[in-house]
């Protein structure tokens, strides 16, 4: 008698594998700016992301073109939801730590219910309304960290809170595209819009950079970033959207704060402290709850 032939979840073992890219990412670029300025690195980087991207699109669809009455769109979406995430997310991340980076980005979708909430696109229940609740009382605490926060970590917090912000603007202004053209294609175009002024920014930076002096981990963190954690990931993540569905994709976005701190612990020695961890319960509780209503 044949035994029944297992199936390998390859579809959810892909969503897996984006947020533990994800999660490490925070650390490997932090380690990057040891060599590099994150300006600098943003905008080498945004040289490399859309030649890329563009070309994996190509081979996959033969086309790269969007419609005229989509262009509005697409370029709101490209300079807030990439260009202006990048920005707020990079000198973010420079201030303050991975660990409560990953944290704090981890509240996106919080933001994108009350923007729907607000606009009147979807109404939220009183288990979401008690969610968002929850996951703010999560943020409050990775905030406020009494005697021990300076004012460079608290201004690098809040930028991360507006790079979260500026993702939601993502998530929802990208709608419109996303009912006629594949994920795959809308990110491509997008990232590409978005990398004209992330590397003119960063153009100042780059000119004061000894490239040659920077060492392998700082070119190693670029590739990173570049090849796994932008074309890779993307085309995991999205995949799994169309696969398996957003309900379930959402359940594997809920472990990227707990993985971002490990990551954070395990490649840049940051202590996993109380709260970190109550941050890491609330917010995560919250997402749930949110997502249940």
Do not use: H
Not at 133 to 150: E, K, P, Q, W
Not at 199 to 224: K, R
Request: aromatic share 10%.
């Amino acid at each position: 008698m044949n035994s029944p032939k297992r199936i390998i979840p390859w579809n959810d073992i892909g969503l897996l594998a984006t947020i533990l890219i994800w999660a490490g990412n925070m650390s490997i670029v932090k380690q990057s700016f040891d060599s590099m300025p994150p300006l600098a690195f943003n905008s080498v980087r945004f040289f490399f992301v859309p030649i890329l991207m563009l070309s994996i699109v190509w081979f996959v669809e033969k086309s790269i073109s969007i419609e005229r009455g989509l262009w509005r769109d697409a370029i709101l979406v490209g300079l807030i939801g990439n260009a202006g995430y990048q920005v707020f997310f990079m000198i973010g991340l420079n201030l303050t730590s991975a660990a409560t980076s990953a944290l704090l980005i981890a509240t996106t979708p919080i933001w994108v219910a009350l923007i729907s909430q607000v606009r009147g696109w979807e109404k939220l229940s009183r288990t979401g309304w008690i969610g968002i609740v929850i996951s703010f009382i999560g943020v409050f605490v990775i905030l406020f960290d009494g005697a021990t926060m300076s004012t460079n970590t608290m201004i690098g917090d809040i930028l991360i809170l507006i790079s979260a912000m500026c993702w939601a603007y993502y998530t929802i202004g990208a709608k419109p595209m996303l009912a006629k053209y594949s994920p795959l294609r809308v990110t491509a175009v997008t990232l590409t819009i978005g990398g004209i002024p992330l590397i003119l920014i960063g153009l100042s930076e780059v000119l004061t950079v000894n490239w040659l002096a920077v060492p392998w981990q700082g070119w190693a963190g670029m590739a990173y970033s570049v090849v796994l954690s932008i074309a890779l990931a993307y085309i995991l993540w999205y995949n799994g959207v169309v696969k398996v569905g957003p309900t379930r994709t959402g359940i594997y976005a809920s472990l990227l704060p707990a993985a971002g701190v490990i990551s954070a612990n395990l490649i840049l020695g940051d202590p996993i402290t109380t709260r970190d961890l109550i941050g890491t319960v609330a917010i995560v509780g919250g997402l749930l709850l949110t997502r249940r209503g």
